[in-house]
């Protein structure tokens, strides 16, 4: 992690928010719930997004290690545990407030009564936070530092239809403000570069972004995984992907119309999966040319930022 250090001082980290919150840093321990996806269930849709990762997608709930299991391989792993106040329980596959509120306390509390946890983080949809769940989680994070993340990807609803969510952008913004109003940290996922959405409305999207009840936001690249809708699409229409210097250059102007004090998780996925069929980057280059987009245009994050 130490070579995003350097990013810190052109927006608003994460891993700043998390220090500031615990005094050192705190590791995400990624968890299996063994939940499913109601856009792939049938309950919702049955293809699911169109960029969802097919391959690692069971369509019954997969049967994950026990809780404790998965947390202890990687607690029992860090190179350096001292650095770390303790951990959060990144509950991260498919739709993680996807089943009956009783079957989730156990869930939620077989990783919060670990030695060391923190908190917890949920990756969940808009339409797959009901009042019960948010009680729940509302009386977790009394103890603990309870985050919902949820799977915004655009603004727009044509795009939203586009990537077959199966929600609108109306749902995300009724579901931040009932996670908001139980007390709870929101974090937003969004995806740069969905087909149809131009670089000027990605940048205007910044200003309603900015203007959500969310605490946290999550910026990917669009991504196209082999075996998906996208990738049936990619080959069919040949659509322009990001390339890492039009993406560097993009993502810095779009940090300047984001309000300054939205935490960014990051600025782009990391993911290394041999399943990416693009765009294919060399992250270290990546981070670097972004950082060097930030120093050549001399700013930070909330500098283009109207109320
Ligand atoms: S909501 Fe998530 S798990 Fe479900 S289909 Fe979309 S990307 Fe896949």
Redesign the pocket.
Known sequence: MEEYRPLEKYYRTYTYMLKKRFGQNVIRVSLDGGF?????DGT??I???I???NSS?SPVSSIPNPIKTQIHYVMEHLKHPEKYAGFIAYFQ???NTYAPVDKLRKIYYEAIEEEGCLGLAL???PDCVPEDVLTLLEEINEKYFVTVEL?LQSVYNESLKF????HTFEDFVDAANRAKKHGLTVAAHIILGIPGETKEMMLRSCEVISNLPIDILKIHQLQIVKDTKLEQIYNETHFKVWDIEEYSDFITDFVEYLRDGLYIQRLFSRSVSGNIVAPRWNVKLLTDTIMQKFQEKDTRQGKKFKM
């Open positions: 499913s996806c109601p856009n792939r919702k849709g293809g699911g997004c960029f969802c990762d997608f596959p498919f739709t990756g969940t949809r799977g990537i077959n969510r199966g």
